[in-house]
């Protein structure tokens, strides 16, 4: 994944699995395992259409929460 590849994904409100793996550098398999252990906050929409809004992933490493 190039630079301008990144900028579009950080710029996004709403993610799908593929996209927070990409950014986190991880798995797809990883992120499902985060959603299923609540550490990320997601929507299913339907068989394979479960999107993630962007303010989860910056909960996720929110610091006052550690």
């Known amino acids: 994944m190039n630079k301008k590849d ?7 409100e709403i993610l799908t699995v593929k996209e927070v793996a990409a950014l986190l550098n991880c798995s797809v398999r990883s992120v499902y395992r985060n959603i299923n252990d609540g550490h990320i906050k997601a929507i299913n929409l339907g068989n394979r259409l479960t999107r993630i809004k962007r303010s989860s992933l910056d909960d996720l490493f929110d610091r ?3």
């Open 64 to 66: 006052s929460k550690f």
């Open 6 to 12: 990144l900028e579009v994904l950080n710029a996004k």
